[in-house]
């Protein structure tokens, strides 16, 4: 009996072109792509959430502050001043 299910699942294929096929392998790749790059963007924003409630430790608080956008702002006007 698995031997005819077995048989079933490689031969269901056999009807499509070619072409419907490579469709559809692209279009599950997209989504395969596409659910990769929004997984790995809500995982860095919940990790850079809880190092953000860390901020009270010496070495990640000195790290976290040279992310800062506005500390990065003043020192590009910095630079540019002494020019």
């Not at 070619?18 to 990769?36: M, T």
């Not at 809500?42 to 070495?59: C, D, T």
Request: glycine fraction near 8%.
């Amino acid at each position: 009996m698995a031997s005819d299910e077995n048989q079933r699942r490689l031969t269901a294929n056999y009807h499509l072109s070619n072409k419907v096929i490579l469709f559809k392998n692209f279009l599950g790749g997209i989504a395969w792509g596409f659910g990769s790059v929004i997984g790995a963007t809500i995982i860095v924003a919940i990790l850079i959430a809880v190092l953000s409630q860390l901020k009270f430790i010496g070495p990640v608080s000195n790290i976290l502050d040279t992310l800062d956008p506005k500390k990065i702002e003043e020192n590009i006007d910095d630079y540019e001043s002494t020019e």
